[in-house]
T-cell receptor
């Protein structure tokens, strides 16, 4: 059974600091997805990483994928309050199947 | 595009009542997914359809839950009879086919269900 684990599950940090969220998964996959969910809202797609070594950046967020280590990271640079949200990673359940397995989510709180 | 549309946005009902949640996927998307989100269990995939055909319903918790997709632009998730433990946020998501099998899914706003 495919497992997707995020670390940490809760993160409280101050504005201006840097931090990294980790996403480990238990089976081979060369695609990984990051989503953001604001409190009481829906999930919004942030990044789609399609191959080993893929790196994508949007503003203060940067995501990378290491398929050999089965690890993706979401790095936050100089955090600002607006980035407070829950971040989910997800992996294809089975190659060729249109189904994702999501991690537990990391609830990020950025304090002024 | 309007995105994935769900209705109702909020539903409060009493135990034993039938509940029907509705979803309109993004036009042209061939895949439709129903998820349930709770604090305890996180985000769970209940069922998904491809071209209106159910592909995997292994996440449907029990026979009280049923889902249909009568056409490409409409799906329902029905709970009958409802129980308090069904209280959750139910999301519908859709995904296009033919994009190098990229499984990026686009989520609707969700229906917050409370069963008293």
């Amino acid at each position: 059974e495919l497992k997707v684990e995020q670390n940490p599950l809760f993160l409280s940090m101050q504005e201006g600091k840097n931090y990294t969220i980790y996403c480990n998964y238990s089976t081979t996959s060369d695609r990984l997805y990051w989503y953001r969910q604001d409190p009481g809202k829906s999930l919004e797609s942030l990044f789609v990483l399609l191959s080993n070594g893929a790196v994508k950046q949007e503003g203060r967020l940067m995501a990378s994928l290491d398929t050999k280590a089965r690890l993706s990271t979401l790095h936050i640079t100089a955090a600002v309050h607006d980035l407070s949200a829950t971040y989910f990673c997800a992996v294809d359940a089975v190659q060729g199947a249109q189904k994702l397995v999501f991690g537990q989510g990391t609830r990020l709180t950025i304090n002024p | 595009d309007a995105g994935v549309i769900q209705s109702p946005r909020h539903e409060v009902t009493e135990m034993g009542q039938e509940v029907t949640l509705r979803c309109k996927p993004i036009s042209g998307h061939d895949y439709l997914f129903w998820y349930r989100q709770t604090m305890m269990r996180g985000l769970e995939l209940l069922i998904y359809f491809n071209n209106n055909v159910p592909i995997d319903d292994s996440g449907m918790p029990e026979d009280r839950f049923s889902a249909k997709m009568p056409n490409a632009s409409f799906s329902t998730l029905k709970i009958q009879p409802s129980e308090p433990r069904d209280s959750a946020v139910y999301f519908c998501a859709s995904s296009p086919q033919g994009r190098r099998t990229i499984n990026e899914q686009f989520f609707g706003p969700g229906t917050r269900l409370t069963v008293l």
